[in-house]
């Protein structure tokens, strides 16, 4: 689907330049689109590695932690 072609263009852009702040969130929304809410998290830490004062970044990371341990489900929809 689209989602898995926006996650092997924002790979390899990333492969490209690894420091993309913004690729590794669009990643990490994508990721999240496709249901691999694991891997779409560690895209947004890296994302705050690279710029912690992104608090954008800091809210979704944490609304997403809050729904896990609330128990509510992952995906597209349950990320909004």
Known sequence: GHFEEAS?????????DP?????HYEL???LDAIGDRTA???EL???????PDWSEARRLLDRWHLKKSSGQGTGI????
Request: glycine residues 4%; proline residues 0%.
């Open 8 to 16: 092997k263009t924002l790979r390899t852009a990333l492969a490209t």
């Open 19 to 23: 420091q993309n702040h913004l690729a």
């Open 28 to 30: 990490a929304l994508t």
């Open 40 to 42: 779409a998290e560690t």
């Open 45 to 51: 830490a890296v994302v705050l590695a690279l710029r």
């Open 77 to 80: 929809g349950a990320s909004r």
